[in-house]
């Protein structure tokens, strides 16, 4: 189950458990925060595709941090002109964990870590 959501002028394809790196938004780590622009949506069965947002649909994540990127820098020189111009530019992001992705009746969670790792590693073999 997948949905593609629409968030700070780009889109993203999103499931359950996906970590993004996103534009800015607003609230601290640990926040709940909902995607209402919902693109297209599947379950594996059917595809919704939404002309051009799909509504009854919801994408649920919560804020795992806010940080800035590296520098970008922007130089211009004029050759022979004594003229240089040179100027740096860090963007914000927030970096979101997709929680739930929930449509109708249907909703797909994300496991708790803890108890996807315990099925992850077999049971230690008992010493004979």
Do not use: C, W
């Amino acid at each position: 189950m997948f949905a593609v959501i629409k968030t700070g002028g780009k889109q993203y394809r999103v499931a359950a458990n996906d970590v993004i790196t996103i534009a800015t938004l607003e609230g601290e780590a640990g926040a709940s925060v909902t995607f209402g622009d919902v693109l297209l949506f599947t379950d594996g069965e059917a595809t919704q595709v939404g002309t051009p947002l799909l509504s009854g649909i919801g994408v649920t994540g919560e804020i795992v941090q806010h940080g800035r990127t590296r520098k970008v820098i922007a130089f211009k020189k004029r050759r022979r002109q004594n003229s240089r111009r040179r100027r740096g530019h860090r963007q914000d992001f927030t970096v979101v964990r997709i929680t739930e992705i929930s449509a109708g009746g249907k909703s797909s969670k994300a496991e708790p870590r803890k108890a996807r790792k315990a099925e992850a590693e077999p049971a230690p073999a008992a010493a004979e």
